[in-house]
């Protein structure tokens, strides 16, 4: 957690830095560029400080109103994990969560509204903009499967020792078994764009999400579960507007 948000932070006052300069027009030609588009679409992947590396990957599509001014709409498939998850190492060299029964997946689509800050200059600079989406939360409580004396049986820590453990399925051998926990989410963030050309997408999203479910999740039997979820999270996405 605290190696996440430094990592958020630490990439978050670079780009706030590397904007400063680039606006500023110091040697630099500061006219802006000519932006004019209708539709932007892309894809993406963030880190959130409550996953794994990769903890989501996302779909968006804007509309423009005018040069500063966007609505866009998308999806997003995300993992989340407990704060008390804790990963060993078996004698094989693969790993599992001890006390781990379910994992939460969380299928979120949302709509939201752009307001753009700064605009690049030509060739340099970074844009700016602050976003913010909401939109309902299918979760999915997805049984964890783990290898236990040849076979895969969804983890129960009064049955499994850990010891006769060795390893893991994927979230998709227990997928059709999933129990559908309705929520809602919230994100809000800012974005720095730094294409090369105005037909061309490639930025950072950082910024902060909430997600909030009907009835707690039981991903740790042995921990307290949880109704509500927060993060930070970071995200590099591409596309191409038209």
Same mark, same amino acid.
């Given at each position: 957690m605290q190696i996440s948000v430094k990592v958020f932070t630490v990439v978050l006052l670079l780009f706030i830095c590397n904007t400063g300069f680039s606006q500023s027009g110091f040697g630099f030609d500061t006219r802006? $560029?000519? #932006?004019?588009? $209708? !539709? $932007?679409?892309?894809?993406?992947?963030?880190?959130?400080?409550?996953?794994?590396?990769?903890?989501?990957?996302?779909?968006?599509?804007?509309?423009?109103?005018?040069? &500063? /001014?966007?609505? *866009?709409?998308?999806? #997003?498939?995300?993992?989340?994990?407990? =704060?008390?998850?804790?990963r060993q190492t078996t004698i094989t060299g693969s790993s599992f969560v001890i006390g781990k029964s379910n994992y939460l997946i969380s299928i979120r689509p949302y709509y939201g509204r752009e307001k753009v800050l700064f605009q690049k200059s030509p060739q340099q600079g970074v844009r700016v903009s602050a976003m913010a989406s909401?939109? =309902?939360? !299918?979760? %999915?409580? +997805? =049984?964890?499967?783990?290898?236990?004396?040849?076979? &895969?049986?969804?983890?129960? =820590? /009064?049955? *499994?020792?850990?010891?006769? !453990?060795?390893? +893991?399925?994927?979230?998709?051998?227990?997928?059709?078994?999933? /129990?559908?926990?309705?929520? %809602? *989410?919230?994100? +809000?963030?800012?974005?720095? $764009?730094?294409?090369?050309? &105005?037909?061309?997408?490639?930025? !950072?999203?950082?910024g902060f999400v909430i997600e909030a479910f009907t009835r707690k999740i039981d991903i740790l039997p042995e921990a307290e579960g949880k109704s509500i979820y927060s993060a930070a999270f970071i995200a590099v996405y591409f596309g191409k507007r038209r």
């Open positions: 802006i $560029e000519d #932006e004019n588009y $209708e !539709i $932007e679409n892309v894809f993406g992947g963030s880190h959130a400080s409550n996953s794994g590396l990769i903890s989501s990957l996302f779909w968006r599509h804007s509309n423009s109103f005018d040069k &500063k /001014n966007l609505a *866009h709409y998308g999806i #997003e498939l995300a993992n989340t994990r407990h =704060p008390r998850e804790s909401a939109g =309902p939360t !299918i979760g %999915l409580e +997805t =049984p964890y499967y783990v290898n236990y004396r040849g076979r &895969k049986e969804q983890y129960d =820590p /009064n049955i *499994h020792s850990v010891n006769n !453990i060795n390893g +893991t399925s994927s979230p998709l051998k227990g997928l059709f078994e999933s /129990n559908i926990v309705p929520g %809602l *989410h919230l994100k +809000t963030s800012m974005t720095f $764009e730094t294409n090369s050309t &105005k037909n061309r997408v490639f930025g !950072i999203q950082a």
